[in-house]
């Protein structure tokens, strides 16, 4: 998992990360933070991720991270149906995202 494997983070900080991780998953297991699939690009994002829970941790990151979580996987299908949209492996390679739960979606 990139941002947490990243050469320059102190094991404090993957700790942090990992951490968020664990919360993000229950967040996402309780339905207070809901996956996206942007409709027609397949792209993924998380709408209620607050900046200050993070710890440094993207939106792609924590897909990849928590792809086989069974609350996670029960969101992105969720999500997809509601999209009518699979998520895209070339949108989430790409960096295709949003900062903002969705509404808007780009590359940087």
Same mark, same amino acid.
């Given at each position: 998992?990139?941002?947490?494997?990243?050469?320059?983070?102190?094991?404090?900080?993957?700790?942090?990360?990992?951490?968020?991780?664990?919360?993000?998953?229950?967040?996402?297991?309780?339905?207070?933070?809901?996956?996206?699939?942007?409709?027609?690009?397949?792209?993924?994002?998380?709408? !209620?991720?607050?900046?200050?829970?993070?710890?440094?941790?993207?939106?792609?990151?924590?897909?990849?991270?928590?792809?086989?979580?069974?609350?996670?996987?029960?969101?992105?299908?969720?999500?997809?149906?509601?999209?009518?949209?699979?998520?895209?492996?070339?949108?989430?390679?790409?960096?295709?995202?949003?900062?903002? !739960?969705?509404?808007?979606?780009?590359?940087?």
């Amino acid at each position: 998992m990139p941002c947490i494997t990243n050469e320059n983070l102190t094991e404090v900080a993957k700790e942090r990360q990992r951490e968020a991780l664990r919360k993000l998953a229950a967040k996402i297991a309780a339905g207070t933070v809901q996956v996206v699939v942007a409709k027609g690009t397949g792209a993924f994002a998380l709408k !209620g991720w607050q900046d200050a829970d993070r710890e440094g941790v993207s939106d792609l990151c924590a897909y990849r991270a928590l792809m086989n979580d069974p609350a996670m996987r029960f969101a992105v299908r969720k999500a997809q149906a509601m999209s009518n949209t699979p998520i895209s492996a070339r949108a989430v390679a790409t960096g295709l995202h949003s900062h903002d !739960g969705g509404a808007t979606w780009s590359r940087h």
